[in-house]
């Protein structure tokens, strides 16, 4: 059974004090992973996909990274308005391809 | 932003009455997903499609049922709603099957049962 753990749940910082989300992860067969911010109130919005160990992908202060045991979301000098719930889900290589989520970390930057 | 509606957006009904959520996309992908998120579970999925009148369970499917009769069009009944079932249900969709299948959300609808 693919199992998916983000850490920490909660996380806060200061505007401008880098960090990293965790989201480890076991599959059989890793297709994809996927990185999801989600605001109050809204869908998740998707970010970025990885699909092999060693790749990396850049948005803005964002940066994800992974390896075949888990993924990486660096939140360089990050602003208030980078708070937000970030999902992670994996899809599996064989079989359907439903993918499976985290429970996410809740981001709170402060000013 | 990928053309993804659900309506309605915010629902408040009693137990035991039928409530339907729609999903509408104007993106013609082949899949399309009904997921439900609640505090301390995350997303779990509720039933899927691969196509039109192709639908399939996801693991949280019981007391949900699920049509499609046209590729943009997704349904969710509750026959019977019960409190339990008081949660924020996202629609999403994506081309599984391809390299590029990510799965884009919905705005969500928020159902509360009395």
């Known amino acids: 059974e693919d199992q998916v753990t983000q850490s920490p749940e909660a996380l806060r910082l200061q505007e401008g004090e880098s960090s990293s989300l965790n989201c480890s992860y076991t599959?059989?067969?890793?297709?994809?992973l996927f990185w999801y911010r989600q605001d109050p109130g809204k869908g998740p919005e998707f970010l970025f996909t990885?699909?092999?160990a060693g790749e990396e992908k850049e948005k803005e202060r964002l940066k994800a990274t992974l390896t075949k045991k888990e993924s990486f979301l660096h939140i360089t000098a990050p602003k208030p308005e980078d708070s937000a719930t970030y999902l992670c889900?994996?899809?599996?290589?064989?079989?359907?391809?439903?993918?499976?989520f985290g429970r996410g970390t809740s981001l709170i930057v402060h000013p | 932003d990928a053309g993804i509606t659900q309506s309605p957006r915010h629902k408040v009904t009693e137990t035991g009455t039928p409530v339907t959520l729609r999903c509408h996309q104007t993106e013609n992908h082949r899949y399309m997903y009904w997921y439900r998120q609640d505090p301390g579970h995350g997303l779990r999925l509720i039933h899927y499609s691969y196509g039109v009148k192709d639908t399939d369970k996801g693991e949280v499917s019981d007391g949900y049922s699920v049509s499609r009769s046209k590729t943009e069009d997704f349904l969710l009944t509750l026959e019977s709603a019960t409190s339990s079932q008081t949660s924020v249900y996202f629609c999403?969709?994506?081309?599984?099957?391809?390299?590029?299948?990510?799965?884009?959300f919905g705005p969500g609808t928020r159902l509360t049962v009395l």
């Open positions: 990885l699909y092999s």
């Open positions: 999403a969709i994506s081309e599984a099957g391809l390299r590029e299948d990510t799965q884009y």
């Open positions: 889900a994996v899809q599996a290589e064989r079989g359907s391809y439903i993918p499976t």
């Open positions: 599959v059989s067969g890793l297709r994809g």
